[in-house]
């Protein structure tokens, strides 16, 4: 395809495209609104993109850009009103995107904005940042107004989270000390990556102790799409600083790329269909009571279960590794590696995995041939980091104090348990006071530390992932536990062991210093640089 550009329309176009003349290219120097409009006239034009750049949404005489161009913006949004109101052509809503912060969400928040799969999303890490800070006089949590309202139920919130706070305050440079004696210290190591890593440890072992009321900052990038979705689910949510975030939310996205939300908060589209989730998801809960009844308050049981696998799901993913070479149809390939050996199938997957340098390089897709269906419980703080896995089915039981809550055995160790446990009990004497008048906002008063229960769906690959990801030494005890308990699963309850051997990069030591590897070597790239 050539463009056949004047002198002077090759001038006009190259501000706006990183190559005039090669047939791959960047755009620059425009609106991301221009961007998705462009490659949704592309897809229906034969015109190459230069062309309908010019002819299309550059002024005849467009002046050189100055940094926030508006070249074609008019144009684009025309567009977009016609396709995505009249034509319902939704695919052209992923062509465009935004960046948004969310500043001072809650840890509820954080989670219902963080739901979706089709977006980037990045949080404020209580490894790295100490939260025992008061700006403005008070510690970082929300503070609902239906609650603060009411005298006692609000004087008993902020004395019982500020009792929190303090207690994670307090606890801070004692468990430093306690791990400082712990961590193993050696001349190869240097002392800023020793301290950085005792310092993360700590704040791991006690962010059990910060209330889901913390506040948080998160970044979002998401394509138009993702957005509307996500804006659409917070109209939904019974949480209220969920609501009014999302009204927020769509108020600055529509400073931007305001053509993308046309129809999020229209009575007849995106109102109708938040309407549509609140009823179904009262009409869930009124059913699941009428049939269930009431849950215990308490609850014990394995950490991990593996509720559901395919009992031939290791011979799926070998007749899936080899059916693109066989010449034969998936049924035939599927008989034929059914009837291997265990040592066949191990000789297949090892062949099909090859020798991986490290985790980042991923088996192919005939791992997503077989899934497997878990069953967690385990504390909140762990929950959190777990549900950043998108690729997977995840649902989980709202949080409540009702399934208790987890020491860390750090905590126990340095004789910190009395006064950890104590706070938790505080907390939760006020989840209980708040969830008859409170029912959404009770759970700001459970912490990190109180247990949650939710299922995990995922492909064998997905499983791959995961597992290794989460199961390295620097990751937080209680999710490299459950992906260890992962792993164990498929390998001795499901018996895919050929699956299990894939996972290489599967991590069971028991470090001491936690993060202290990861820190050393950050600490000498930095000394390199």
Not at 111 to 135: C, F, H, M, N
Not at 231 to 258: D, F, N, Y
Not at 508 to 524: I, V
């Amino acid at each position: 395809m050539t463009d056949d550009l004047t002198a002077e329309e090759r001038d006009r176009v190259a501000p706006y495209v990183t190559d005039v003349d090669g047939p791959v290219f960047a755009l620059t120097n425009l609106p991301e609104v221009v961007k998705g409009a462009l490659f949704a006239r592309y897809s229906r034009s034969p015109k190459s993109l230069r062309r309908l750049l010019l002819d299309e949404f550059l002024p005849p005489q467009a002046a050189a850009p100055t940094g926030a161009a508006d070249t074609g913006a008019a144009k684009a949004d025309a567009l977009y009103d016609r396709v995505l109101a009249e034509y319902g052509d939704d695919s052209v809503a992923q062509l465009g995107g935004a960046h948004i912060a969310v500043e001072g969400a809650s840890n509820l928040l954080t989670k219902v904005l963080e739901w979706g799969r089709i977006a980037s999303y990045l949080e404020q890490s209580t490894r790295y940042i100490r939260l025992d800070d008061k700006p403005g006089g008070e510690y970082r949590y929300y503070r609902p107004a239906a609650v603060l309202a009411d005298p006692a139920l609000g004087k008993a919130y902020t004395q019982t989270i500020d009792h929190a706070f303090d207690t994670y305050a307090e606890l801070i440079p004692l468990m430093v000390e306690h791990l400082d004696g712990v961590v193993p210290s050696d001349p190869d190591t240097p002392p800023a990556a020793r301290e950085r890593a005792v310092r993360a440890h700590a704040l791991d072992a006690l962010r059990g102790l910060l209330p889901a009321a913390t506040r948080a900052n998160v970044g979002i990038f998401a394509s138009g799409q993702a957005f509307e979705a996500m804006l659409i689910r917070m109209q939904a949510s019974p949480l209220p600083e969920a609501r009014e975030c999302g009204e927020a939310m769509l108020r600055e996205l529509r400073k931007v790329i305001p053509a993308f939300f046309t129809r999020t908060d229209r009575p007849d589209r995106g109102g109708r269909y938040a309407r549509y989730m609140q009823a179904n998801a009262d009409a869930v809960a009124e059913v699941t009571e009428r049939i269930l009844g009431t849950p215990p308050r308490e609850a014990d049981g394995p950490d991990v279960r593996l509720v559901d696998f395919d009992l031939d799901g290791e011979a799926y993913v070998v007749a899936h590794a080899l059916w693109p070479n066989s010449g034969m149809a998936l049924e035939d390939v599927r008989r034929a590696a059914e009837d291997l050996s265990p040592t066949d199938h191990a000789a297949v997957l090892a062949a099909y995995v090859g020798d991986r340098a490290d985790r980042r390089e991923r088996p192919g897709r005939a791992f997503e041939a077989t899934t497997y269906t878990f069953e967690v419980v385990c504390d909140y703080g762990a929950y959190r980091d777990l549900q950043r896995h998108r690729m997977l089915t995840l649902q989980a039981q709202p949080l409540t104090a009702d399934l208790g809550y987890d020491i860390p055995p750090e905590v126990q160790d340095a004789g910190l348990a009395d006064r950890y446990g104590a706070a938790q009990a505080r907390c939760a004497e006020l989840f209980g006071m708040l969830r008859e008048r409170f029912p959404a906002e009770a759970s700001y008063a459970v912490t990190l530390a109180h247990r949650i229960r939710f299922t995990m769906q995922m492909n064998a690959r997905e499983a791959i992932h995961l597992i290794e990801l989460r199961s390295q030494p620097q990751g937080h005890t209680t999710y490299r536990r459950v992906a260890q308990e992962m792993h164990r699963l498929i390998r001795e309850e499901a018996g895919h062991t050929a699956i299990a051997e894939a996972m290489t990069f599967v991590d069971r030591s028991a470090p001491a210093a936690g993060r202290l590897a990861a820190e050393t070597r950050q600490e000498t790239r930095s000394q390199g640089r």
